[in-house]
């Protein structure tokens, strides 16, 4: 699967396109996956995006022996 990335990544360079997943995509699924956790910490209570925090809420979950 890596290949098939590099080989994407070298031909969007070279025919100056854009790549199938975008950096805005890779940051709203990255936004997404931190929301779960943070969801997770709140006892599963809804959340709001954009998100409006400050730590990350896996780190403070170990921290505080929630997992």
């Keep these: 699967l890596q290949v098939l990335q590099i080989e994407e990544l ?18 709203d699924v990255v936004e997404a996956t931190v929301g779960i956790y943070e969801s997770a910490r709140r006892d599963g209570a809804k959340v709001s995006f ?10 403070a979950m170990i921290d505080e022996g929630m997992i």
């Design 50 to 59: 954009p998100l409006d925090i400050q730590d990350n809420p896996l780190v």
């Design 10 to 27: 070298v031909a969007c360079l070279d025919n100056s396109t854009e790549p199938s997943v975008t950096l805005d995509t890779a940051r």
